[in-house]
């Protein structure tokens, strides 16, 4: 009886040593398993976060260095509205270059998370998307110059900031956009700090008191493209989820370049209708810095807004229109500032605030995605780390 035990206790330990043995060698194969994804994602969140840095420093830059040139032209003796729209959607063709030599064709965002990569739709399906998105962006820009022209910076700019909530109720609806304490501290942040702007001395105005009439046009106008500009974004993000279904750069430049084309056409039509192009030669004479400045100006404008196209509709492909939206409502309290530098106005205590408000909701809204990347990094490793059933071994 005793020796029965004894070899029953010896096979009870053999199939505990063999158990031992599986465990260790499936904890062996999960760590080899593991350790590179997570290595890999965090590579991933680096270079997303360095390309969310270049996206957002071309919005800022290319934003206030377009609106300084085009309050130039106005000031100095442009008058063609049709002109300074079209400035703002014909620099496309200096990104065909750099466009015909790219050839990223595989979406790394998606082959690196190891999604099935949908087919595209179908070539009318994106035909009605850009023709769609131009017509709505060659109105939005009109609108925006009409607005520019006839109202003070200060004014302008506060009736911009409204862009933000106006993106934030159609991202509700078309992207389903959720709204944390962050994103809304954000949102109030940003919109504050524009606010302020109001409450300067309008000293850019050195035309005086503008006609009431003007004024209510400027307004209006303002008012219209900054619901129309916060409808594109919202779209813009809806065609790259549903339609384009890319996330490579060369599906930002396709966006930009066949919507910014269609847009331009449309603004051409406008110029020759109106006639306005018959003026051109006048105002090009007219012009009080000269005629070479009179096209500098012009040139510098359309390059500044396509540098500021490739960072929104980056930021739009790489997060959402909302944070692309909050990116560009950071640069209007810079755009006072760099009229400090470039002409000459008086730099007031409202516009310190309403810089380090945007500065605040900007971080704000940035920690919130941070925290995004981070829970998903999270739930990722946790997901990879689970480790595997081993089957049990019957007594």
């Not at 389903?176 to 304490?181: I, R």
């Not at 006609?211 to 809806?238: D, E, N, P, W």
């Not at 409202?350 to 941070?370: D, E, M, R, T």
Request: aromatic share 14%; proline share 3%.
């Amino acid at each position: 009886m005793g020796e029965i035990q004894e070899v029953q206790l010896q096979i009870t330990a053999k199939v505990e040593e063999e158990k031992e043995a599986k465990l260790a060698v499936n904890n062996r194969n999960n760590l080899t398993v593991t350790d590179q994804p997570t290595t890999g994602n965090r590579s991933r969140n680096y270079w997303r976060w360095i390309r969310l840095g270049i996206y957002a420093l071309f919005v800022i830059c290319g934003q206030a260095a377009a609106t300084l040139l085009g309050r130039q032209y106005y000031d100095k003796g442009g008058n063609s509205n049709w002109l300074a729209t079209l400035v703002q959607l014909a620099g496309f063709p200096i990104l065909l270059p750099y466009y015909c030599c790219i050839n990223i064709s595989t979406p790394f965002v998606q082959l690196q998370r190891k999604i099935k990569i949908k087919p595209p739709n179908s070539f009318v399906i994106l035909a009605s998307v850009y023709v769609g998105l131009g017509i709505i962006t060659a109105a939005d820009c009109f609108l925006y110059s009409i607005g520019l022209r006839y109202l003070p910076v200060s004014t302008y700019s506060i009736i911009c900031a409204s862009q933000l909530a106006f993106n934030s109720f159609f991202s509700f609806f078309f992207n389903k956009q959720k709204f944390t304490p962050y994103i809304i501290n954000s949102l109030v942040l940003l919109t504050i700090s524009s606010a302020l702007l109001v409450f300067q001395n309008d000293s850019e105005n050195k035309k005086g008191v503008l006609s009431k009439q003007k004024y209510a046009i400027g307004f209006i106008c303002t008012v219209g493209a900054s619901a129309g500009y916060g409808f594109q974004l919202s779209l813009t993000q809806l065609a790259f989820n549903k339609v384009i279904k890319r996330e490579t750069f060369r599906a930002v430049l396709d966006m930009i370049i066949y919507t910014a084309f269609v847009a331009s056409c449309a603004i051409l039509v406008g110029l020759f209708v109106s006639r306005e192009w018959m003026g051109l030669n006048r105002e090009m004479e007219a012009y009080q810095l000269g005629k070479v400045s009179y096209v500098m100006n012009l040139v510098w404008t359309a390059i500044c807004w396509q540098i500021f196209s490739i960072g929104s509709v980056g930021l739009i492909s790489e997060t959402s229109s909302l944070f692309s939206n909050a990116i560009s409502v950071v640069g209007l309290p810079v755009v006072p500032v760099l009229a400090v530098v470039f002409f000459h106005d008086k730099m007031h205590g409202l516009k310190v605030i309403a810089v380090v408000l945007a500065i605040w909701g900007f971080f704000s809204f940035l920690y919130q995605n941070y925290l995004d990347d981070y829970c998903k990094s999270k739930s990722t490793n946790g997901e990879a780390k689970q480790p595997l059933q081993v089957p049990s071994t019957g007594s």
